[in-house]
């Protein structure tokens, strides 16, 4: 109140920016959703509060380290997994490599006696079943061909043969064998298909030496 009627009275507000302010100065937008509120604290409420602020950049600077590394070393044992198991494989060929040059150096040996050379092809068929097994143990085996309906997903026709009517479609013989893992083909069986034979029909040959097979 000023006493005097003559001058107007002027309500005063409290949030006025101070006098003296330029216009310029004055934030009129008022503050942000988006800003956080700041919280002044003091004394040992601060220490304590930079004290843990401190402690959980440590302990996220520490898990980033830890995962920095677990990344190189999957990124490393994806790397060298392939490597790894081609040495694990190759170490269970070795015994059969070992028996097979055994077995070649008796036959090599021309003084040998015909007892000795029935030996060493004994060998070489107990060689042969032992790499069977070992391919059975890496859960790989071979394709049924032999009897069966041609399956154009695992077999591979290389010739045709003249046979009855009721035997058209089926494989005849097995020119090479065919193998698969966990139901996935690792090479096709080569075979004769059997064939109804017509008069312009161009067959191929319907037989291949017995030593062409691969394997007894």
Not at 76 to 104: C, E, I, Y
Not at 163 to 187: A, F, M, N, T, W
Request: aromatic share 6%.
């Amino acid at each position: 109140m000023t006493g005097d009627p003559r001058i107007p009275e002027v309500p005063i507000d409290a949030t006025a920016a101070p006098f003296g302010t330029e216009l310029g100065d004055i934030d009129l937008t008022g503050p942000s959703d988006e800003e956080a509120p700041v919280v002044l604290v003091a004394g040992e409420d601060h220490d304590k509060v930079v004290a843990e602020r401190d402690e959980y950049l440590d302990a996220l600077q520490r898990l980033k380290a830890e995962f920095d590394n677990y990344r190189r070393r999957v990124d490393r044992d994806l790397l060298n997994a392939p490597k790894a198991a081609l040495r694990q494989f190759v170490a269970t060929q070795l015994p059969v490599f070992d028996n097979l040059g055994r077995a070649l150096g008796t036959l090599a040996n021309k003084d040998a006696s015909p007892q000795v050379a029935a030996a060493a092809m004994t060998g070489i068929n107990m060689i042969y079943a032992q790499f069977e097994e070992i391919l059975h143990g890496h859960g790989v085996s071979e394709i049924e061909a032999e009897g069966k309906v041609f399956d154009p997903n695992r077999h591979e026709a290389v010739a045709a043969r003249p046979v009855p009517p009721e035997k058209e479609g089926l494989v005849v013989q097995v020119y090479e064998k065919g193998y698969v893992h966990d139901d996935s083909v690792i090479r096709p069986a080569k075979v004769v298909v059997g064939r109804h034979a017509e008069p312009d029909d161009v067959i191929l040959p319907d037989e291949f030496p017995k030593d062409s097979f691969s394997g007894p």
